[in-house]
T-cell receptor
Framework: DGGITQSPKYLFRKEGQNVTLSCEQNLNHDAMYWYRQDPGQGLRLIYYSQIVNDFQKGDIAEGYSVSREKKESFPLTVTSAQKNPTAFYLC???????????FGPGTRLTVL | GESVGLHLPTLSVQEGDNSIINCAYSNSASDYFIWYKQESGKGPQFIIDIRSNMDKRQGQRVTVLLNKTVKHLSLQIAATQPGDSAVYFCAENPPGSQGNLIFGKGTKLSVKP
């Protein structure tokens, strides 16, 4: 079964804790992205990676960190420095600069 | 479930009617455009795309129109069904963006049976 998987679907975090969101793909796409979605707002780019072992900050990278050790995986860590982390997080992949971007099913993070 | 439609423009149509959803894009040099459908609590789903060398592209029950003169994109859905109820948003691919898309905020489509 091909595609993008994100886990967990729902995640609850206490204030002060770091949490890691998983994103895995078997589409053999080079580029991977992390977005944050809040109600009534467009997608906001957190981090992106065009190739393995390289990643760039997006528009709202503060309080987040990523790694890209394998082509298939692009985990996102939400650190305690992120002041308002409750949101819907979406991972996406893209084969090339002019190709369609495909999204995973998302992870809903709630801070208790 | 996750609500992604709060405070968004809403389009309400009767089942069986045609729907037209509009999008104004920002960069006149953008060369690629995508329409997505997002149901509550789910990730966006690709619907149709169009490149800047085209004015119109048709898919199954959907048509995208591109007007580069006024930087306007529209999505037409024929014979709208209850399953079409979702938030729809467009994305543009500006030059020099390293493939990073710019996304619109979206329009919530509500289909009345």
């Amino acid at each position: 079964d091909g595609g993008i998987t994100q886990s967990p679907k729902y995640l609850f975090r206490k204030e002060g804790q770091n949490v890691t969101l998983s994103c895995e793909q078997n589409l053999n796409h080079d580029a991977m992205y992390w977005y944050r979605q809040d109600p009534g707002q467009g997608l906001r780019l957190i981090y992106y990676s065009q190739i393995v072992n390289d990643f760039q900050k997006g528009d709202i990278a503060e309080g987040y960190s990523v790694s890209r050790e394998k082509k298939e995986s692009f985990p996102l860590t939400v650190t305690s420095a992120q002041k308002n982390p409750t949101a819907f997080y979406l991972c996406a992949t893209r084969r090339g600069f002019t190709d369609t971007q495909y999204f995973g099913p998302g992870t809903r993070l709630t801070v208790l | 479930g996750e609500s992604v439609g709060l405070h968004l423009p809403t389009l309400s149509v009767q089942e069986g009617d045609n729907s037209i959803i509009n999008c104004a894009y920002s960069n006149s040099a953008s060369d690629y455009f995508i329409w997505y459908k997002q149901e509550s609590g789910k990730g966006p789903q690709f619907i149709i795309d169009i490149r800047s060398n085209m004015d119109k592209r048709q898919g199954q029950r959907v048509t995208v129109l591109l007007n580069k003169t006024v930087k306007h994109l529209s999505l037409q859905i024929a014979a709208t069904q209850p399953g079409d109820s979702a938030v729809y948003f467009c994305a543009e691919n500006p030059p020099g963006s390293q493939g990073n898309l710019i996304f619109g905020k979206g329009t919530k489509l509500s289909v009345k049976p």
